[in-house]
């Protein structure tokens, strides 16, 4: 996807240990014109495979998120961190590791939406260890749901999360992929 | 907006103490084409007014947020309630009550992406007591950027938030207001 390269290309900065900074148009601050083009993309990509239900994370997933199910026309579902006064007492629950705390969070989902009439597509910004996507897949087979393709905006190839989700044997794609980083510029694969 | 009160009278469920429960299709599950509507309805009621960025906080705000920011054409903008490394280590940052945990949580905007040049339109899921949309005010705030509207998929007027908000002096608009609970039911305002 050339207009997300350029997007990193220009926006995107480097901070080291593999972290890639897209807070002006994905993580923070928001490309909505982008996201609906990152939907529709992922929509094309995946579409045949006649998916029902948009899965992500809380928090930054939920904008590719949307964009995809609004290109789909099916519901989007977030997975919360902390369990709202409003879900039940029971979720499905699996871990994942925090970004921003350096530990692991839950991830909760309700039962009342997700359950084996399903077949799930999972959307997220970031596919780099595969570990947040391996909790989103771990709920789905608690629901009995079926698994259909697992789609991320961004790939960072180095962290090989892709070869924790390739025996899942779905469809996997990802709209850009980075190689590596060399002085402080991604590589991206053609 | 009938479509939302439809929604609301088919969906929605009240749990008492004031707390309507939405998951089906704001809050855990959200549905797109009906965020899209939010978002052009915002757009239509705010439009004359030029904000140059929607503002909202994470996380069952950045649907309806996103979906105003696309029919407006403008980035945008979610307050983070942990600082990701990505984030400078000073940001603009707010109190506001947190609804799951029953304490506060901060709310954390980066100054890279809001300055004195913007014009600001706050979006949120629920205007209730009014204090988290404050905290996004103390952060426009301090960003010295001009803020131009306030705009709620759902307001609950028996917790009077748009009182404390109606001094700031710029236009309040819900797209549904709820008067009153009776038996279980909303009583909406005409």
Chains 1, 2 share one sequence.
Do not use: C
Request: zero cysteines; glycine letters at 8%; charged letters at 25%.
């Amino acid at each position: 996807m050339d207009v997300l390269k350029e997007r990193i290309l220009r926006e995107g900065s480097y901070l080291g240990r593999g972290i890639l900074k897209v807070d002006s148009f994905i993580n923070h601050q928001v490309d909505p014109a982008l996201m609906m083009l990152v939907g529709r993309e992922f929509a094309r990509r995946f579409g045949y495979l006649k998916p029902n239900k948009v899965l992500t994370a809380e928090i930054s997933g939920i904008a590719p998120a949307l964009a995809t199910a609004f290109a789909l026309d099916v519901p989007l579902l977030y997975a919360r961190k902390t369990r709202p006064i409003t879900m039940p007492e029971n979720p499905y629950r699996a871990v994942a590791p925090s970004h921003t705390k350096g530990q692991v969070v839950e991830l909760l989902v309700s039962p009342e939406f997700l359950g084996e009439q399903d077949r799930v597509l999972l959307i997220d910004d970031f596919l780099a260890s595969g570990k947040t996507i391996m909790a989103l897949v771990d709920i789905v087979k608690q629901a009995k749901a079926r698994l259909v393709g697992i789609g991320a905006v961004i790939e960072k190839a180095f962290e090989e999360g892709r070869e924790s989700l390739t025996p899942l044997g779905v469809p996997i794609e990802s709209l850009v992929v980075i190689e590596r980083f060399e002085d402080g510029h991604p590589i991206f694969r053609e």
